[in-house]
């Protein structure tokens, strides 16, 4: 008997947790750079120029007290830009820019990750490859 849909929705969930788990650990136990917070935000930033703290909170769903609280983090490891002179407390309504030292780290997180991918699909054809893109792009565009 097939499996059904409820059985089957149930497998994605536990394989994508399974996925995200072992981003967690990974960045916890080797030399990556970046905690997996820290990685996600400054991708954002890097992705979107001029966001605000705002735009984060909304896009990546979070509340916006605990964006400007990873955000203090990111400005007090010297991960962000701080705001100029007079400007609000950080991400209060100011775009937010990568410093040199972020974008140093989240290359090298980037390239760790894509390292970690890249073993994880050598014995995948390219086909296999685009179609798993093409599973989670689409995934990731359906609305919530």
């Known amino acids: 008997m097939a ?18 788990r072992r981003a967690v650990a990974r960045s916890r136990r080797t ?18 120029p001029d966001c ?11 509340n916006r007290s605990t964006v400007s609280r ?33 974008r140093d780290l989240l290359d090298r997180s980037l390239r760790a990750n894509h390292d970690a991918l890249e073993r994880r699909l050598a014995d995948w054809t390219d086909d296999e490859i685009d179609r798993l893109a093409r599973g989670l792009e689409r995934f990731n565009a359906a609305e919530d």
């Open 31 to 48: 030399s990556e750079p970046l905690t997996v917070v820290q990685h996600t935000l400054l991708t954002f930033i890097n992705a979107t």
């Open 70 to 102: 990873q955000l203090a983090d990111l400005e007090g490891l010297g991960l962000i830009e701080p705001p100029g002179a007079g400007a609000a407390a950080p991400g209060r309504g100011q775009a937010l820019a990568i410093s040199p030292r972020g």
């Open 3 to 20: 499996p059904r849909r409820d059985d089957r929705m149930r497998a994605v969930y536990l394989q994508m947790e399974a996925i995200s």
């Open 52 to 62: 605000r703290a705002i735009d984060i909170a909304a896009a990546l769903r979070l």
